[in-house]
């Protein structure tokens, strides 16, 4: 450890070495003698033992089908699963569990509304309004239905430093615009979008929101009645919970319009060869044998992070991101990208001379976990005339430490291409 | 062709090569050298039939059948020094070979070189993508029989 090291401060209500401990996959050396930094969280946080106790138990003692059986343990999973919904809708406020749709992650919440709302709100000659800085998941998904249905894509521009045009946000909601989506924080640059102002600006001319939440569930407490969205979607894996599972939050009135977006069993009410009628809510968007045990993992981890101090850990979380960015900075030859005013725990940058690639490979031999490329932001990226960029993310448990992981790597990263 | 010109030859040569150094930054070090040896193409070969496609880097590769002794030669690419050496090893291995034996060559080497379990690891270095790619074209090319 570098001599110019401060120790991490420990605030009265996040001791952030505590806090880290608890995370098991941190402690490890990914080869000879070369411990673990992690510093790839935007593309999935690691799990805490809570997480991890939660799905074994469920495996070990209660695994069983849910909302079927009429046996203790299909009760038991039951309860679990339905006590899942339960804490997701505590962690969004949202009015009622019901509410809270079970999906693979954002990707599929964002694939479902375009496939069901978006096909009825959206029409021939209509506009959707996307953002610049869209992950493929908030893009590709639109494209489809816009295809499908000879509506438009219209985007919202970013500025040099990373932050939406609002500006021009009044004249792109047109009297065709349909719908309107946008990310809450960039997986690329790590800007916290003003989503209050963006939802308000938007309903005043009566065009309903989606909002990718991807990036914003794990890094700040979400209120989706405050900020009165039609939709909130985001992923488990991200938010310290497990993989393959996420939430789309939608407003009552809409979701109970919509269309099934899959149909099968668990969704129906009655079935015949002549006709179907469909369950009530939440089950209507829920066809098949659900993700049970990892949607129970999801629960835990939305309790573990309801549990935190979210001023403290985000005050930890701004001071390491501050502390990477003036020490990334002074690397020679680095370009950080993505400079706007509101920021969490995303520092992308680029090198003048060295490809992405070449240094993300050798940053990872020096057990410095990165993410280089794109990011799924082809668009935005072409935005900066970029091929990519280093991208380090943050989680509530990297100290200034893994920064210094970060920083030495990066100068073997010069003296290796420089 | 003489015995020890092989692409099995020329691989254990690289193996050998790489087994000097005795650390990973050394043996990146010489993969960066050998890429910045590599026989270049023309910019107006930096076409779309001679881009590699599934890397995170730009990468060509450009291969010609020399119609006299009937052997293919490479030249090759890429804005990222890694992946330019990873190519670099590539055409060392299969330049001036016939194109049969192009199509057929193990690069089972690539795992005892040192680097391959950290390579192997990643897809978006593309050297599945090159190595496909340099195949795919060697079988369309005449064979003999």
């Known amino acids: 450890m570098p001599a110019t090291t401060q120790p991490t401060p420990s605030t009265a209500s996040f001791d952030v070495e505590a806090f880290r401990a608890e995370f098991p996959a941190l402690s490890q050396d990914v080869y000879e003698d070369t411990p673990l930094a992690y510093l790839d969280n935007a593309a999935t946080s690691q799990k805490p033992t809570p997480v991890i106790e939660r799905l074994n138990r469920f495996y070990g003692e209660e695994n069983s089908n849910v909302h079927r059986g009429v046996h203790r343990l299909s009760q038991d999973a039951t309860e679990a699963y339905e006590g899942a919904r339960t804490s997701l809708a505590r962690l969004l406020n949202a009015p009622h569990k019901d509410q809270i749709i079970f999906t693979r992650g954002t990707t599929e919440g964002l694939n479902l509304i375009a496939s069901t709302f978006g096909e009825m709100v959206v029409g021939e000659g209509d506009e959707i309004l996307l953002t610049e800085m869209e992950h493929h998941s908030n893009i590709v998904p639109w494209q489809m239905l816009a295809e499908q249905v000879g509506a438009s894509i219209e985007v919202l521009p970013v500025t040099d430093r990373g932050a939406l045009r609002m500006d021009l946000l009044p004249e792109m909601l047109t009297a065709d615009t349909a719908l309107l989506a946008f990310t809450h924080v960039s997986n690329t640059l790590g800007t916290v979008n003003p989503a209050q102002d963006l939802i308000d600006v938007a309903h005043a001319e009566g065009v309903p929101v989606v909002v990718d939440g991807a990036q914003s569930a794990p890094h700040m407490p979400v209120d989706v009645q405050a900020l009165d969205a039609d939709f909130f979607v985001f992923s488990g894996h991200k938010m310290f919970g497990p993989t393959g599972i996420g939430v789309c939050y939608g407003k009552r009135e809409h979701l109970e319009a919509m269309p099934p977006y899959q149909g099968g069993g668990d969704m129906i009410d009655q079935v015949s060869f002549e006709e179907t009628t469909y369950d009530g809510l939440p089950h209507k968007f829920e066809a098949g044998t659900p993700n049970i045990a990892d949607a129970i993992g999801l629960g835990e981890a939305a309790e573990y992070v309801m549990a935190l101090e979210w001023e403290a850990v985000q005050a930890h979380e701004d001071a390491v991101l501050e502390y990477a960015t003036e020490r990334v900075e002074a690397v020679e030859g680095t370009r950080i990208i993505g400079t706007a005013s509101d920021k969490t725990s995303v520092l992308s940058f680029v090198f003048d001379d060295i490809h992405p690639y070449d240094a993300g490979t050798v940053l990872d031999r020096e057990g410095v976990a990165v993410r280089t490329g794109h990011h799924c932001t082809q668009p935005l990226l072409k935005r900066y005339n970029l091929p990519g960029t280093i991208r380090a993310s943050l989680a509530a448990y990297n100290t200034r430490e893994d920064v210094d992981c970060l920083i030495d790597g990066l100068h073997k990263v010069r003296q290796m291409f420089g | ?145």
């Open chain 2, 1 to 145: 062709m003489s015995d020890t010109n092989t692409v099995s030859d020329r691989a254990q040569q690289i193996v050998d090569e790489f087994s000097l150094f005795d650390d990973w930054m050394n043996r990146y070090q010489y993969l960066i050298e050998l890429g910045d040896d590599i026989p270049l193409l023309e910019e107006d070969q930096k076409s779309d039939d001679n881009y590699v496609h599934g890397c995170q880097s730009d990468v060509w590769i450009h291969s010609e059948l020399n119609e006299n002794d009937e052997v293919l030669h490479f030249r090759g690419d890429s804005n990222a020094k890694i992946t330019k050496g990873l190519a670099a090893l590539i055409i060392r291995v299969l330049d001036e070979q016939p194109p049969e034996a192009v199509a057929d060559a193990d690069f089972g080497f690539l795992d005892d070189i040192g680097l391959h379990d950290h390579l192997s690891s990643q897809r978006n270095n593309g050297l599945k993508a090159m190595i496909e790619a340099v195949q795919e074209r060697a079988k369309a090319e005449p064979q003999e029989t």
